[in-house]
């Protein structure tokens, strides 16, 4: 069984992958820090604790940071839904998180089990870049970071060039760019190329007919009308899934070594993730990059532990 510890930012997309990790016969999860991000952090932390209940699980969830390290939350509740889980009238409050700091925890977690702990982040990276600078140790402790982050093959979603977790708290994400923590980027991209969900596929997850299913489809529903008004693309995709997908079985995405920069500041660039891709600069790579993932093994996976 791997030990997991897994790090959000608890809206539509997030939840099914909590469902997915939590449900998982091949992890353990020991714990999950909430970080401000696509909405509120105190409505991350209900959201997270109700799909926790959901799960008949009893993981701790603890509260981490309440914005980025450097400047102030912009959420994407037009995406996700004021509530950050669709809007569709969940009880979303008065659950109890645990007292302790997040990122006391998550530290002390990993540090007391070297090598152990496998960590996924589903949300801006603040509070790994606050425990990072705090316990710089901790890079070499984590066996494996996997990051929902960056649009390193295509253009962005929050911004031309930015995706949104990363773009959200840049001067985080550089930071943990540039520690020496195994780090794996699954991207907007890759979200795209291999987590998008037709209308047929939403249907078909329907059909499954447990409450898990209902709850990932239904609360997806502020994105539904996002993506059918904005993109004109009928369907979503699930990138916080899919890197639940990769850090439960890794051998599902194609993975490359390369040279990343995160842009920090305010310009047009801000959360771009810059990658060498043609080894031009000759640095040593920092970072993993996913560059493919059947969608079918995606799609499997889902329906599995949603059933
Ligand atoms: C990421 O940002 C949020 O909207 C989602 O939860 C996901 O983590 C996608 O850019
Ligand atoms: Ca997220």
């Known amino acids: 069984m791997q030990q997991f510890w897994i790090d959000t930012d608890t809206a539509s997309d997030d939840a099914v992958a909590l469902v997915m990790a939590l449900r998982s016969?091949?992890?353990?999860?020991e714990g999950i820090s909430v970080v401000a991000g696509n909405v509120s952090l105190d409505q991350?932390?209900?959201n997270a604790l109700y799909t926790v209940e959901l799960c008949g699980k009893d993981t701790p969830v603890y509260v981490g940071l309440e914005k980025p390290i450097m400047r102030k939350l912009e959420d994407a509740s037009e995406v996700h839904g004021d509530d950050g889980m669709g809007d569709i009238g969940l009880d979303l409050k008065g659950r109890t998180p645990a007292t302790e700091h997040?990122?006391?925890?998550m530290t002390e977690c990993i540090m007391s089990s070297p090598g152990k702990i496998r960590l996924?982040?589903?949300?801006?990276?603040?509070?790994?870049?606050?425990a990072l600078l705090r316990t710089p140790e901790l890079a070499g402790a984590v066996e494996h970071c996997y990051i929902m982050g960056g649009a390193p093959h295509m253009p962005g979603n929050?911004?031309?060039?930015?995706?949104?977790n990363i773009w959200a708290d840049p001067e985080a994400a550089h930071i943990v760019a540039e520690s020496s923590m195994p780090q794996t980027y699954v991207g907007w991209d890759a979200s795209m190329a291999s987590a998008f969900v037709t209308p047929e596929q939403i249907e078909e997850i329907r059909a499954i007919g447990t409450k898990f299913s209902d709850f990932a489809m239904d609360i997806q529903a502020t994105i539904l009308k996002f993506m059918q008004d904005f993109a004109k693309m009928p369907g979503f995709d699930l990138p916080d899934p899919l890197a639940v997908a990769v850090a439960l079985d890794p051998s599902i995405a194609e993975t490359k070594p390369y040279s990343m920069n995160v842009v920090?500041?305010?310009?047009?660039?801000r959360g771009m993730t810059v990658v060498d891709f043609m080894d031009v600069t000759k640095k040593p790579a920092n970072v993993n990059i996913v560059t493919h993932i059947e969608p079918a093994d995606f799609m499997k996976m889902l329906k599995e532990l949603l059933g």
């Open 120 to 130: 996924v982040t589903l949300g801006p990276l603040s509070n790994i870049a606050n």
């Open 158 to 164: 929050i911004t031309e060039v930015a995706e949104f």
């Open 44 to 46: 991350c932390v209900q």
């Open 102 to 105: 997040a990122i006391d925890v």
């Open 264 to 269: 920090t500041g305010d310009s047009l660039t």
């Open 25 to 29: 016969p091949v992890a353990q999860v």
